[in-house]
């Protein structure tokens, strides 16, 4: 089946670095979405990448499609205690289900 | 933005209970709707996929008579996990979307806890 492969698997940066991390797949997919999960909560929607090449901020976060479509980075700048959480990445393709990426889990050092 | 509701938030019963978890979209259509289970430190694992009016699909592996679920209209979907056990403990989590090729938007999750 198709699988999305994740990295970093977890990072500590300090509080002000900016992060990457990105997903890459060996299937072609549609959209490329970024979520944040919080402990004990649901996975909210970052970003969502609809074509191929695509680059979108949604504040100090910018996520890309990559040109190939079997690729995705999420880029977070300046970044601030908030942003600890786990990341995913998740590849849609036609009328298939979700694939995820396992996740970054992000820590930030104040 | 679309908003999912889900409840209850937190569970904890006895062996053999069966619990029903509720599913919301409070502001969209929901033609159809995920039912994950995520593991501790692991990824969200797609147990079944359900369309409004229909049966729903179960992912391999998952037991759909231990797992019901039900897709009765477009803003409701429910799990019942039926006769839950120990190993059924998990962390369920629900998403919706309005149509197959959008983004999925998710519940808060349940904790489920059997003693």
């Known amino acids: 089946g198709q699988q999305l492969n994740q990295s970093p698997q977890s990072m500590f940066i300090q509080e002000g670095e900016d992060v990457s991390m990105n997903c890459t797949s060996s299937?072609?997919?549609?959209?490329w979405l970024w979520y944040k999960q919080d402990p004990g909560e649901g996975p909210v929607l970052l970003i969502a990448?609809?074509?191929?090449?695509e680059l979108t901020s949604n504040g100090r976060l910018t996520a890309q499609f990559g040109i190939t479509r079997k690729d995705s980075f999420l880029n977070i700048s300046a970044s601030i205690p908030s942003d600890v959480g786990i990341y995913f990445c998740?590849?849609?393709?036609?009328?298939?289900?979700?694939?995820f990426g396992k996740g970054t889990r992000l820590s930030v050092i104040a | 933005g679309a908003v999912v509701s889900q409840h209850p938030s937190w569970v904890i019963c006895k062996s053999g209970t069966s619990v029903k978890i509720e599913c919301r979209s409070l502001d969209f259509q929901a033609t159809t709707m995920f039912w994950y289970r995520q593991f501790p430190k692991q990824s969200l694992m797609l147990m079944a996929t359900?369309?409004?009016?229909?049966?729903?699909?179960?992912e391999q592996g998952v037991e759909k008579d231990k797992f019901l679920i039900n897709h009765a209209s477009l803003t409701l979907s429910t799990l019942t996990v039926t006769s839950a056990h120990p190993e059924d403990s998990s962390f369920y989590i629900c998403s919706a979307t309005s149509q197959q090729n959008q983004p999925q938007h998710f519940g808060d999750g349940t904790r489920l806890s059997i003693l």
């Open positions: 359900s369309n409004e009016g229909s049966k729903a699909t179960y």
């Open positions: 990448l609809y074509k191929a090449g």
């Open positions: 998740a590849g849609l393709s036609g009328n298939t289900p979700l694939v």
């Open positions: 299937s072609i997919f549609n959209t």
